[in-house]
């Protein structure tokens, strides 16, 4: 069976933060918007420490209330280690105004608590929906695929690809570019941790950097309920050198790290070790007329700073106010009114995970400015998710701003 009568102001492939912020959004603008995701919800899903500048747009969506009660794992800052030396970062010491606490989720629960309230709010959310063909014409696009109830056909005035991995635009429409970053492979899992009994501060995530090879680094994100996430990301020829299967080969790496080790001792592993390679993403056009690319269907640099979520909330808040004009009738120009804003951000973070991978960012952190130094605020503004804010140098002078600071911390 195929529908061909089904018409809406927007189609949004994907349900996850950036198509269901979206949605909330457009729907408070009075749009019939539409929610096509693939998988079924709860689903898993890595990626799970907020940062505080993702707090802003929950605001403006009206789901913070909705966050806040869910119960998640309080989060105010990060810290480092590489066995030698530690360094802690808290959020509330940074240079941009704005929320300086947030949460660290198991994206399952965040992730459906985000598409119901689209839901609740008037979206019309759909699972199991794959997305085949896509057709652009004079009045807008039609959406083709398959679901539980056979053929779909949907048209819309405008199209928004929020699939994340699933990458369903950037592949229907030959968008793929070669990433400016080598291939790294991420192990995660989570487990049963035992930090209750353990020197640890939950409301923290934890950035371990492997003791000998510095491309080599862990996360700990612990959530409320004695659960934590752990992963490594690793080079692929340096992940050849261990044997076993996938979990075996997470914990040789983890054991690598003595306090690491020490942390997780005892933990157990309640989820399949899963595994991802050659995640950093590019594409040649992040938005045209008919079409705009949120989050992580546009681009993934690097799971390092816990980026991801934040540049989707990014992307979903440029996008209300030209897809809005437009849709009344204005002229926009997309790649000034929703690509330029959110690459100054893009380009931020890009920038931190290349010195992160060059070593020069880890010494910064080990060795940060002092406390009264309003560089080491400017630094954690950017780690706070902060990338947009063109007051700060790191923002607005990026690669030279960041080696200078280098030279001072070595």
């Known amino acids: 069976m195929v529908n061909k009568n089904e018409r809406f102001d927007v189609v949004i492939i994907g349900a996850g933060p950036a198509g269901a912020l979206a949605a909330k959004r457009l729907?408070?603008?009075?749009?019939?918007v539409a929610i096509l995701e693939k998988s079924v919800f709860?689903?898993?899903?890595i990626g799970e420490s907020l940062l505080p500048q993702s707090m802003v747009f929950l605001e403006k969506a009206g789901l913070l209330a909705k966050v806040a009660a869910a119960g998640f794992q309080h989060k105010n800052g990060a810290n480092f280690s590489d066995d030698r030396r530690?360094?802690?970062?808290?959020?509330?010491?940074?240079?941009?105004?704005?929320?300086?606490?947030?949460?660290?989720v198991s994206r399952d629960k965040f992730d459906m608590l985000l598409a119901t309230a689209a839901k609740d709010a008037g979206a019309d959310l759909r699972f199991q929906q794959d997305v085949t063909d896509v057709r652009f014409d004079g009045a807008g696009v039609t959406v083709l695929?398959?679901?539980?109830?056979?053929?779909?056909e949907l048209s819309a005035r405008f199209l928004v690809?929020?699939?994340?991995?699933?990458?369903?635009?950037?592949?229907l429409m030959k968008l793929d570019t070669p990433s400016d970053f080598p291939v790294r492979h991420a192990l995660f899992t989570h487990v049963e941790d035992q930090l209750a009994a353990r020197d640890f501060d939950r409301n923290k995530i934890l950035i371990t950097v492997h003791p000998t090879c510095r491309d080599i680094w862990f996360w700990l994100i612990p959530f409320a309920d004695g659960i934590s996430s752990i992963g490594a990301v690793v080079p692929p020829e340096q992940l050849a050198n261990y044997p076993g299967d996938k979990s075996e080969k997470l914990w040789a790496i983890i054991r690598e790290s003595a306090d690491l080790t020490t942390l997780l001792q005892g933990a157990r592993e309640i989820r399949s070790v899963g595994e991802i390679s050659g995640y950093s993403t590019k594409v040649s056009r992040m938005a045209g007329p008919q079409f705009a690319l949120l989050g992580n269907a546009g681009e993934f640099l690097d799971p390092v700073f816990s980026s991801g979520v934040t540049i989707a909330f990014k992307s979903a808040?440029?996008?209300i106010d030209p897809l809005m004009r437009q849709l009344n009738g204005e002229a926009v120009d997309w790649e000034a009114d929703f690509v330029a804003p959110l690459k100054i951000g893009v380009d931020c973070f890009r920038i931190f995970v290349?010195?992160?991978?060059?070593?020069?960012l880890q010494e910064i952190i080990f060795n940060p400015p002092g406390d009264a130094n309003p560089i080491k605020r400017m630094i954690v503004a950017i780690l706070a998710g902060y990338a947009w804010d063109e007051k700060n140098p790191f923002v607005t002078q990026g690669r030279r701003y960041l080696d200078m600071v280098a030279l001072q911390c070595s």
Do not use: N
Request: aromatic residues 16%; charged residues 30%.
């Open 161 to 171: 690809d929020a699939s994340g991995y699933g990458r369903v635009l950037p592949r």
């Open 42 to 45: 709860p689903r898993f899903v």
């Open 317 to 319: 808040d440029l996008l």
């Open 354 to 360: 290349e010195a992160w991978y060059r070593g020069d």
């Open 86 to 104: 530690f360094s802690s970062i808290d959020f509330s010491e940074k240079f941009t105004e704005g929320p300086a606490t947030t949460y660290q």
């Open 145 to 152: 695929g398959t679901g539980p109830e056979g053929d779909f």
């Open 27 to 32: 729907v408070q603008e009075g749009l019939k």
